[in-house]
């Protein structure tokens, strides 16, 4: 039994590799897209009024209570559309409501003037240096 040699194995590296760079997770959620899993998740999610507004908007007559499986998936790349223009169209709204704040330099810039108009140029080169070095 001493002379037996065992035979060589052929070392094929696994089928599954490691998930590398977190690869793995995208490759998960573009299936769910792809199984429109991630649209039948928010729909589930979605009061019926809201449904019904989005099924307008999407141009479909169907009922609020179908579920997503139910629809074709024309009638579904038509409801994840209107959803993209409606979460743009909420986007651009929330935009114009918020109130334009002024640039944080802009206090720091007015404190510079108040001193040039002091005569205290060192005071200005102060704030000015402050707004060179982007503190704010």
């Known amino acids: 039994m001493n002379n037996v040699t065992p035979l060589p194995t052929s070392s094929s590296p696994p089928r599954v590799q490691s998930d590398r760079a977190g690869f793995g997770a995208l490759r998960a959620e573009?299936?769910?897209?792809?199984?429109?899993?991630d649209l039948a998740e928010l729909w589930a999610e979605l009061p019926h009024a809201?449904?019904?507004?989005?099924?307008?908007?999407?141009d479909l007559q169907q009922d609020t209570t179908q579920q997503i499986s139910q629809l074709n998936k024309r009638e579904r790349e038509a409801l994840r559309g209107a959803i993209h223009r409606m979460s743009d169209y909420a986007n651009q709204l929330k935009g114009?409501?918020?109130p334009r704040r002024q640039h944080p330099s802009r206090e720091l810039a007015s404190h510079a003037i108040a001193a040039l108009k002091e005569g205290n140029a060192q005071a200005a080169v102060?704030?000015?240096g402050i707004?060179?070095?982007?503190v704010v």
């Open 30 to 37: 573009l299936h769910k897209r792809a199984d429109d899993l």
């Open 50 to 58: 809201e449904r019904r507004v989005l099924l307008k908007s999407a």
């Open 96 to 98: 114009r409501l918020q």
């Open 126 to 128: 102060h704030w000015l």
């Open 131 to 134: 707004i060179e070095r982007g």
